[in-house]
């Protein structure tokens, strides 16, 4: 984020003036599916780019709170509180009668929970149900391509889903992905070469409707190799509010999500944290002139200011991740914690739109076997 866009934020003293700040989407967007839509980074980065969700579904209530307000506040019914994890047959069909869709979806889009595969997350269940919830996604896609021979999908997770102690999971996922219909396409990107100041790397899984676009590839987007630190995007900010019982959002200056969680151990009065300090996983200290570790903070471990003398308020996590000044997480503070870490970079989702739409308007492919979508109507 530049200075002026900080100082702008700074200049708003009320949440109706960010409010007015909120860009205004064209309702004519090309139409897409987001399932586990967290606080809506991936769908404000596909938005960004000229799609348009025309439903949304999380399980949490804070996520779908903030998905209404920030990104279709005139269209809130399409987004779903709905546990993925038990779908009965036909689930996403009705789901999309029952908002009054009137157009054809050609794209999915989300990222399951990613806890279960996590290489950072020492505290995993044997059983965690989380690891099932891919398969949700699979299912959900096969329907959607049944019914309307969508044109993609993108799937996103971290890292771990890779790792060799998942491989056989992973595959099987994958499997699942190519039965539904689609040629599938991997890689791996790290937000700090999508202009997010952050070090985040996470696998993403496109998918081409294989009847569609039988020759097509895709490939990833490379980004840049300069990258923006920490004191680029929040080093303007002002003091955060700590957090105490019944605070609310109206309470806080400057942002409503520019509050922290009060700084009780004696290493932030004592002088022991020093700018780039690792001291165990509770208390890494970012450094100013570098990209910030990445957001995801298991167990309220959030990272530790440059000054070592508080943690990162959720404002500044979520400046870290390439949210917008307007936007606002909705919740508790856990639950904005929460929300941010599980956050999709949007600067990444609009890189990965943009190149999806790039591919799928190519010219050179000479293959499809029915209308592009960009010209495709309801039936």
Same mark, same amino acid.
Request: aromatic share 8%; hydrophobic share 35%.
């Given at each position: ?167 056989? @999971? ?124 990445? @957001? ?84």
């Amino acid at each position: 984020m530049s200075k002026k866009g900080v100082l702008s934020m700074l200049e708003a003293s009320t949440i109706q003036s960010r409010k007015s700040n909120r860009p205004i989407f064209p309702s004519s967007g090309i139409p897409i599916v987001s399932l586990f839509s967290g606080s809506g980074g991936l769908d404000l980065g596909f938005m960004e780019a000229g799609f348009e969700p025309i439903i949304a579904i999380d399980v949490e209530e804070a996520a779908v709170d903030t998905h209404r307000d920030n990104l279709l506040p005139d269209h809130q019914n399409r987004v779903i509180q709905w546990d993925l994890s038990d779908i009965p047959p036909g689930f996403i069909l009705k789901k999309l009668k029952e908002t009054g869709a009137t157009k054809v979806p050609v794209g999915v889009i989300g990222g399951p929970p990613c806890q279960a595969f996590s290489l950072s997350n020492v505290h995993k269940k044997t059983n965690d149900p989380r690891a099932r919830l891919p398969l949700s996604y699979a299912t959900i896609l096969k329907d959607l391509n049944d019914t309307f021979a969508i044109d993609f999908f993108l799937f996103e997770n971290v890292m771990g889903l890779r790792h060799k102690q998942h491989e056989e @999971v992973f595959l099987y996922f994958k499997e699942l992905f190519e039965a539904a219909g689609f040629n599938i396409f991997e890689g791996e990107l790290d937000a700090k070469h999508f202009g997010v100041p952050q070090e985040r790397k996470r696998v993403f899984i496109v998918g081409l409707n294989r009847k569609r676009y039988p020759d097509l590839a895709f490939r990833f987007p490379t980004g840049r190799s300069e990258v923006r630190t920490v004191r680029q995007a929040i080093g303007d900010l002002p003091e955060p509010v700590f957090f105490t019982r019944g605070l609310a959002p109206d309470d806080i200056p400057v942002h409503p999500n520019h509050w922290c969680m009060t700084p009780r151990s004696l290493k932030f009065h004592n002088g022991a944290l020093k700018e780039g300090d690792i001291k165990g996983r509770p208390f890494r200290v970012l450094s100013w002139s570098q990209p910030s570790w990445t @957001v995801a903070y298991g167990h309220r471990e959030v990272h530790v200011h440059p000054t070592g003398k508080r943690r990162l308020s959720v404002l500044e996590a979520m400046l870290l991740q390439g949210f917008p000044p307007w936007y606002q997480l909705h919740g508790t503070l856990s639950d904005q914690i929460r929300l941010v870490s599980d956050a999709v970079p949007p600067p990444l989702g609009r890189a990965l739109a943009k190149q999806i739409c790039k591919t799928l308007t190519n010219t050179e492919s000479q293959n499809a076997e029915t209308t592009p979508h960009k010209d495709r109507r309801p039936a």
